[in-house]
Nanobody
Framework: QVEVAESGGGFVLPGGSRRLSCVLS????????VGWYRQVPGQQRELVAE???????IYADAVKGRFTLVRDYAKNMVYLQMDGLKAEDTAVYYC??????????WGQGTQVTVSS
């Protein structure tokens, strides 16, 4: 069964770090690309970072140098390592995966709140 599920959200102090996890079923190899998006109430969902099957990761300008995508083939996981968090990073974060056939799958979202 095709499924995408993320976890790892929570409260973080400004300047802190958080790692979000996305588990991909049945296998990470089922997907052509995996991306992380985020959404703030009243705003459009925006791309944070994208990891293609081959090639380099892509990062939004707002997170370059602070966020890193990590792929774990053995665990069928893609992680979003977030460092140097800022208040403006507060959002619901979604994992998105697209198959070679073009079908897209979304996780349920995980809230990240950066606040002192």
């Amino acid at each position: 069964q095709v499924e995408v599920a993320e976890s790892g959200g929570g409260f973080v102090l400004p300047g802190g770090s958080r790692r979000l996890s996305c588990v991909l079923s049945p296998s990470i190899f089922s997907y052509d690309r995996v991306g992380w998006y985020r959404q703030v109430p009243g705003q459009q969902r925006e791309l944070v970072a994208e990891l293609p099957r081959t090639g380099s990761s892509i990062y939004a300008d707002a997170v370059k140098g602070r966020f890193t995508l990590v792929r774990d083939y053995a665990k069928n996981m893609v992680y979003l390592q977030m460092d140097g968090l800022k208040a403006e990073d507060t959002a619901v974060y979604y994992c998105n995966a697209r198959t070679v056939g073009g079908n897209e799958y979304w996780g349920q979202g995980t809230q990240v709140t950066v606040s002192s």
